[in-house]
């Protein structure tokens, strides 16, 4: 490839020569040469040879072949060069001058170069009488290995004498440019070196050899920066070239010591390294380097090779004296045993490690990972007791606390979660920490310097989505073949610094409860899907996509397949399916009830999975025509799984209310409330800035509303107020939603609705026993002493009372109820909204504009206030509670029309499928 049109030349000669001969001895030969197969070749054109040993042909081209074989016999090779050089005589110039070129290659290859050198020169002799073009090919390649030969010879001048004629002959000769590049450098030539070190680029630009030369010759005048770079385009041209990471390592070392990409050498070293060294500790730690490296890596067979790494360096740590740095490292190899063994699932065997790992004194990250893998086996209290040992062995060990900081949360334990989210932000102020946080504090509805802190988080926020642009632009410039992790303290470490897949702490599901706009959340579902991307890397294997079937097969996707907001959605949509689609549901419900029982009968057939591996078998055992996920960016979300495209077409729908803004997607199910087509475009070409510009799905707007819901069920049951704590006259107001979505600003407008109304209530529902103290605290401090009422979370059966005991249902602001708007409007129960730009604001809104109720939209928080004060007390200019709820009578049976709901889904289906791209769909 180097010395292209002069190479093709010489071979072209060689092949021209054999003409005559035993036909089928001949063309087994050459049929053997392509296949590569050159021992056959030659057995096959020696028997040619045999039978016409006058022919020149056959001698000559067998004389070639066994040249280029590795320790060719030379005195057979050479007597058969001379023979063939007697056979063809003075009658093919062309022919002579290629047999002596091979003949002086055989002699340099063996490393005899003083014997090549006749040959060579008389080879060019031999080129000089053809015509050009031939000339000039065959002198450059004659002279370049003329100039390798005096190299070999230590004849540093002649072979610049002869590199600089190859290039005068074909100045297009790139690996003549590397040689004289390194000859010059070493002659101490730097100018000249560069100049043909640069030539040797422009010309062979996917040379790894040409970047790496220049690399190591930047790198020995003590410029490691200007060689990295190099170094890291030849690896990523030849990731396999060995001593390409040694020299990089090298580098990495020069400029800040041990670095992520010396880990790669380590297992090069390690493939070549002899039996005899396995007692030394050296190569025990180049086992568990070589262990960690393939730690940070999410595939699983790089897991399973990592565990085979350490084992293999505790037998030989095992064998070697018990110092302190053998028995340090002897914990830590089992504390990544652990860590791999926890990303395999297989938690008992990781647990067993993480214990041996956790007898060397104060291992504080061998004490976490013991509790993180306790959480995981659902052994709550050993969890808290692993990480409040870590803690107590390190008080600054941020990753301690912040564990046990979410797993206080998960048991509901709020202010202890706060107090340890501040302590892992004062060891180590990351994002992470803080934007849990914030969600925690928000459940808790702990509002003391609100606005500081909001500041920070839009703050912040802002900074890592610039930061995540930054990175992959630097990065797209100069990016290493691999990122590697660094090694601290016997574990692998993330390196912000190594790869644009770092992610934003923010998760998307949290996103949605703080004041972000359309375009906040759209950055960070981006910046979540390309991490998803990254993940997806640890699952192997692909789909082919068969030709859709003559019934439309549809999968749905969900974790949500029990009692839960999703199912009361999906419920009606799988009954209602006409026989013209085929359904699949395909769950990882962790807690089946029997609204789970009701889905196995109800598909036409349920499958159930609980791993990504055990999804990617059911789908490629089903196959699918639309795959449509009802997770999205929520618990239980198989995002890795779509990353693969395991349909053809692939659809977010109802589980996340917002874009998912995954490349994996097609479709997002949406109306043009909740999701303005226009907002949307815009939203996402402004993203381009931070180089966010992931395709997005494009948008179905189902008309009216994007959900349909079953129709409340008629009760005679008989409930008084006071069975509730709620009075028996006065206005009646509540709230039936989470806490984390009350806002300071929102629930400053209730208490003045309160104070104005002082006959009336407001209604919530008791989550957590703090956030009800810090409500009323808050009620308080605002004038409102006793006009708040909580009561235990009613079961879903008994929703139904909330219609009966309640005048007036006030909605969140930001993100708003979504089934429970819905199923309190069809229960005859008017709900007050107030729509912002986003998603998970509009619902509401949209429910009520698909009744024509819209005069319970509100216009500003204002608006939204007086609207709830006129409503109670009756001054809305003649419109009355009474009236809106005869008005909601009437018109909320849209909301439960299924069937004429999914008719329009299984339009737009297979409008979906008839389209030759995505693109925004607004089905009839």
């Excluded at 580098?251 to 030394?280: F, I, M, W």
């Excluded at 928000?442 to 802190?453: E, G, I, P, Q, S």
């Amino acid at each position: 490839m180097l010395l292209g049109a002069a190479w093709w030349v010489l071979w072209l000669v060689g092949g021209c020569l054999v003409q005559w001969g035993d036909p089928a001895a001949e063309d087994a030969a050459w049929e053997a040469a392509h296949r590569k197969d050159m021992q056959q070749a030659i057995s096959c054109m020696e028997r040619v040879v045999s039978l016409h040993p006058e022919r020149a042909e056959p001698i000559c081209v067998l004389a070639e072949w066994e040249s280029k074989e590795p320790n060719p016999v030379l005195p057979t090779v050479d007597g058969h060069f001379r023979t063939c050089v007697l056979l063809l005589g003075e009658r093919d110039l062309t022919r002579q001058s290629s047999l002596y070129f091979h003949w002086g290659n055989m002699y340099r290859l063996s490393h005899d170069h003083t014997s090549s050198l006749p040959h060579y020169h008389t080879a060019l002799r031999l080129f000089t009488l053809l015509d050009a073009p031939a000339a000039s090919a065959g002198l450059a390649v004659v002279h370049h290995n003329l100039a390798m030969a005096h190299s070999g010879l230590d004849q540093p001048e002649q072979a610049l004498a002869h590199y600089r004629q190859a290039l005068h002959h074909n100045p297009d000769q790139a690996q003549s440019h590397t040689n004289l590049a390194l000859l010059s450098e070493r002659l101490g030539r730097h100018a000249e070196a560069d100049l043909h070190h640069q030539h040797t680029l422009r010309l062979a630009p996917e040379l790894a050899e040409g970047y790496r030369n220049y690399a190591v010759t930047l790198m020995n005048r003590g410029e490691p920066s200007e060689a990295l770079p190099l170094f890291q385009r030849a690896i990523a041209l030849a990731p396999t070239h060995i001593p390409t990471y040694t020299h990089m390592a090298a580098t990495c070392k020069q400029l800040h010591g041990e670095s992520p990409q010396c880990l790669a050498v380590y297992e090069s070293v390690l493939r070549s390294n002899p039996v005899s060294t396995q007692e030394d500790v050296a190569y025990a730690t180049l086992l568990y380097n070589a262990g960690t490296m393939l730690l940070s890596l999410p595939v699983e067979d790089h897991l399973a090779r990592a565990i085979e790494f350490f084992k293999h360096a505790l037998s030989v740590f095992g064998r070697a004296a018990p110092d302190l740095f053998v028995t340090q490292h002897t914990a830590y190899c089992h504390n990544n045993v652990g860590i791999a063994h926890h990303k395999l699932g297989r938690l008992r065997a990781a647990r067993a490690r993480f214990r041996l790992a956790a007898r060397l004194p104060n291992f504080t990250r061998a004490l976490t990972n013991l509790g993180n893998v306790e959480k995981d086996l659902g052994r709550v209290r050993h969890a808290i007791a692993g990480y409040r040992a870590a803690i107590a062995s390190d008080p600054t060990f941020s990753e301690a606390h912040h564990n046990l900081a979410a797993l206080l949360s998960e048991e509901r334990q709020l202010h202890l979660a706060v107090e340890h989210y501040e302590r892992a932000l004062h060891s180590a102020p990351s994002n992470d920490p803080f934007y849990n946080f914030m969600h925690t504090r928000k459940r808790l509805c702990l509002w003391a310097n609100h606005t500081r802190l909001s500041n920070a988080l839009a703050r912040r926020l802002e900074w890592d989505v610039v930061d995540f642009a930054n990175r992959r632009r630097r990065l797209d410039a100069l990016r290493p073949a691999i990122a590697y992790p660094l090694i601290a303290d016997g574990y692998a470490v993330p390196d912000p610094q190594s790869s644009h897949e770092t992610l934003s702490g923010l998760h998307p599901l949290h996103a949605l409860s703080h004041p972000f706009t359309h375009q906040q959340l759209t950055a960070i579902a981006k910046i979540h899907s390309v991490h998803t991307r990254w993940r997806a890397k640890a699952l192997t294997g692909s789909f082919t996509h068969p030709r859709p079937a003559a019934r439309l097969r549809v999968a749905y996707l969900s974790s949500d397949f029990r009692l839960h907001p999703v199912s009361r959605v999906m419920a009606p949509i799988i009954r209602s399916h006409t026989h013209a689609v085929s359904v699949l549901c395909l769950s990882n419900c962790q807690r089946p009830d029997d609204l789970t029982g009701f889905f196995r009968e109800a598909c036409g057939a349920f499958r159930s999975f609980t791993t990504p591996a055990e999804l990617i078998a059911l789908l490629r055992t089903h196959p699918v025509d639309l795959l449509v996920d009802l997770n999205g960016n929520t618990q239980g979300g198989m995002e890795v799984v779509l990353a693969l495209r395991p349909a053809p077409l692939q659809i977010g729908y109802l589980g996340f209310p917002f874009t998912a803004s995954r490349e994996c997607l097609d479709y997002t199910i949406a109306d043009a409330t909740v999701l303005p087509p226009s907002q949307y475009d815009r939203s996402n070409q402004l993203l381009t800035q931070y180089d966010l510009a992931i395709p997005a799905e494009k948008l179905v707007l189902m008309p009216g509303v994007f959900m349909v819901l079953e129709p409340p069920v008629p009760t005679s049951a008989v409930v008084h107020r006071r069975d509730y704590g709620l009075p028996e006259q006065g206005m009646v107001f509540c709230y039936l939603n989470q806490h984390y979505k009350i806002t300071p600003a929102l629930f400053t407008v209730w208490m003045s609705i309160l104070r104005r109304c002082p006959h009336s209530v407001l209604w919530l529902m008791r989550f957590e026993d703090d956030t009800e103290d810090n409500l009323r605290a808050e009620a308080r401090a605002k004038g409102v002493t006793d006009q708040l009422r909580f009561t235990p979370l009613l079961p879903i059966a008994h929703m139904h009372l909330k219609a009966t005991l309640c005048d007036l249902a006030l909605d969140a602001v930001g993100y708003t109820g979504h089934v429970t708007s819905a199923e309190s409007l069809g229960m005859g129960l008017p709900v007050l909204t107030l729509p912002l730009d986003t998603f998970p604001s509009r619902v509401t809104t949209s429910l009520l504009r698909a009744i024509g109720m819209e005069e319970l939209v509100a216009a500003s928080m204002l608006d939204y206030e007086e609207k709830a004060v006129c409503l109670a007390l009756e001054t809305c200019n003649g419109v009355t509670l009474a009236a809106l709820r005869s008005r909601l009578s009437q018109r909320v049976h849209t909301l439960f029309d299924a069937k004429r709901w999914v008719r329009r889904l299984e339009r737009a289906y297979k409008l979906m499928m008839a389209l030759p791209v995505p693109m925004h769909i607004f089905p009839e």
